[in-house]
């Protein structure tokens, strides 16, 4: 299971951290990632980083803005967002890929991802 929080209402401009913490799966051997919903929208990529934290992906609305890392000890997955916008405002869904080693493009598909969270709602006011 994964467990996402850290959700909540900041101004334009803010931060943000969110957490995704697992269990019952080998968390160091799954890839990671962030996805998120907005309402009236399909669910879209936002960052993910491989099993062994070697590489990290980003969608190019966020990048430079957010930071995804690990902590494999812990079995954490972080999203760092910093320099929130408006349209960030979605829930936030961590999601684990399970077993196998995807081929980068593949972190960018939700359909690559065995294991989902319940979503933390992140709500950015103008």
């Known amino acids: 299971q994964l467990q996402a929080s850290g959700g909540g209402l900041v101004q334009a401009g803010g931060s943000l951290r969110l957490s995704c913490s697992a269990s019952g799966l080998t968390f160091s051997r799954n890839g990671m990632g962030w996805f998120r919903q907005a309402p009236g929208k399909e669910r879209e990529f936002v960052a993910a980083v491989r099993k062994g934290s070697s590489s990290t992906y980003y969608s190019d609305s966020v990048k430079g803005r957010f930071t995804i890392s690990r902590d494999n000890a812990n079995s954490r997955v972080y999203l760092q967002m910093n320099s929130l916008r408006p349209e960030d405002t979605a829930v936030y869904y961590c999601?684990?890929?399970?077993?196998?080693?995807?081929?980068?493009?593949?972190?960018?598909?939700?359909?690559?991802?065995?294991?989902w969270g319940q979503g933390t709602h992140v709500t950015v006011s103008s």
């Open positions: 999601a684990g890929v399970g077993m196998g080693n995807p081929i980068s493009s593949a972190y960018f598909r939700p359909t690559t991802y065995a294991y």
